[in-house]
C-alpha cells in the first residue's frame, strides 16, 4: 500500500497560530505608526503658538509682524508693527512682504524653531508629518477671508489659524478626536479637502471625511 504523507491537525493548528500572530503584529504596528503621526501632527499645532508667546515674551512684538526684526533678529524684512499678523497661510515666494510669510523667518532667527532663515530655498515652507506645507494666519470674523468655515458658514474662532496641508482622512479623524470635538466641521479644528483649495473654504462633515483622501486641517488657537 503506498503511504500518504500529509500535516497533523496540530501542526495546522500552530501554523494558523503563527499565521494569526504575525498578522496582529503587522496591524498593532500600524497602528503604532498612525498613533505617531498623529502626534506628530498635534506637536505641530501645539508648538506654534509656543514661538508666538516665546517671541512676544523676548521682544514685546508680534513675530512677522515685528517692526524692528530686521535690527532686533537679521530678518530681511519686518512687519508694520500694528500688532495684527497681515496676510495668509498660503502666501510664498522669497521677497514676500506677507507678515504670515515672514513669520517663520522671525521665529527661526529668533531660535524658536528650526528650519531654514533663507526664504529662497526650496524647504523654506515648514512641513508636517507627511512631507506638506503648515502655516499661519490672523483669525477673523469675516467668512470671506477666514482660512476655513464651520458647518454654520462662520469664520473659525481664534486669535491665530494654524493650517497643515495633505493630511489622510484617517488621520484627520484621529487628530480631531485627539484635540477638539471630534467633528471635523465645528469646534476649533475643521478639515477641507485639499483640491480647490481657496480662503473661506467650507469645512467637511465628519461622516463624509475619506479616509483615503487628503485634507486641509486648520486649527484656531
Known amino acids: 500500500m503506498n503511504k500518504q504523507s500529509g500535516f497533523t491537525l496540530i501542526e495546522l ?5 503563527i499565521i494569526g500572530l504575525l498578522l496582529g503584529g503587522v496591524l498593532k504596528g500600524q497602528e503604532l505608526i498612525n498613533s505617531a503621526k498623529v502626534k506628530n501632527f498635534a506637536s505641530d499645532f501645539r508648538n506654534i503658538p509656543i514661538y508666538i508667546y516665546g517671541y512676544q515674551d523676548k521682544y514685546k512684538a508680534l513675530p512677522g509682524d515685528d517692526a ?3 535690527a532686533r533678529v537679521g530678518a530681511e524684512k519686518g512687519g508694520n508693527g500694528d500688532g495684527a499678523l497681515s496676510g495668509s497661510w498660503t502666501d510664498s515666494g522669497a521677497g514676500s512682504t506677507s507678515e504670515a510669510y515672514n513669520f ?9 524653531s528650526t528650519g531654514s532663515t533663507d526664504p529662497t530655498v526650496s524647504d523654506w515652507r515648514p512641513t508636517n508629518a507627511d512631507g506638506n506645507p503648515i502655516g499661519i494666519q490672523a483669525g477673523t470674523t469675516d467668512a470671506t477671508k477666514t482660512a476655513i468655515q464651520d458647518k454654520n458658514s462662520k469664520a473659525i474662532t481664534g486669535s491665530y489659524v494654524i493650517c497643515s496641508t495633505g493630511i489622510l482622512g484617517k488621520y484627520v479623524l484621529q487628530l480631531d478626536s485627539t484635540m477638539d470635538n471630534g467633528e471635523t466641521d465645528s469646534g476649533s479644528m475643521l478639515a477641507t479637502p485639499t483640491v480647490s483649495y481657496a480662503l473661506g ?3 467637511t462633515a465628519t461622516a463624509d471625511i475619506d479616509q483615503a483622501k487628503s485634507y486641509i486641517v486648520c486649527f484656531g488657537v
Open 104 to 112: 517663520w523667518q522671525h521665529v527661526r532667527l529668533a531660535g524658536l
Open 13 to 17: 493548528a500552530i501554523v494558523l497560530v
Open 68 to 70: 524692528k526684526a530686521v
Open 201 to 203: 473654504a467650507k469645512s
